[in-house]
């Protein structure tokens, strides 16, 4: 009997290891986003980071005063962008007394979830500005997220930004 007990622990075990732990639903990728918001508005890179899957690929192209360029970015270069940046919010904030204030706005404008569940692509839209005028980013972005042992995970993002100020 005990046996018997046993694998079926053993095997609703495995189920959910490799099949109910890499399902992905909508309420998952919006708790993604929600978890993305939070770390972002809470300056904490590394927690940004942790949410990046270990293949995770980006190709951003960004536009400063008419001029554009694309760069391609995996998981390390992506973390240690974000340190610097928060990095940089810091001098910013330092230089000017305080702490500098970060708004942080995403709209998630089409969720298209695969059949087999595994993966999600999601069109989204956002605004992030520093410390009022000072910096103002616009952009788009198109993600695919994926489901791995339970977690929630960016796979991939493809977008673009526009960086401005509001100081001119």
Not at 8 to 31: H, I
Not at 57 to 69: E, H, L, M
């Amino acid at each position: 009997m005990k046996k018997i007990v046993l694998l079926l622990c053993l095997a609703g075990a495995g189920w959910w290891y490799f099949v109910a732990s890499n399902r992905l639903s909508e309420e998952d990728v919006r708790d993604f986003y929600a978890a993305q918001t939070v770390a972002t508005l809470d300056r904490k890179p590394e927690e940004l980071c942790k949410l990046l899957a270990d293949d995770y690929s980006s190709k951003i192209t960004t536009s400063v005063a008419g001029q554009r360029t694309t760069s391609d970015h995996d998981k390390g270069a992506a973390c240690q962008n974000a340190h610097d940046l928060y990095e940089s919010f810091d001098k910013i904030g330092e230089k000017m007394g305080g702490v500098v204030q970060l708004d942080f706005n995403q709209g998630l404008d089409s969720i298209a979830i695969a059949p087999d569940r595994k993966s999600a692509t999601i069109e989204t839209t956002f605004t992030f500005d520093v410390a009022g005028a000072l910096m103002n980013m616009k952009g788009t972005s198109t993600d695919v997220l994926v489901r791995r042992h339970g977690k929630t995970l960016m796979l991939s993002s493809e977008g673009k930004v526009s960086l401005s100020n509001g100081m001119h």
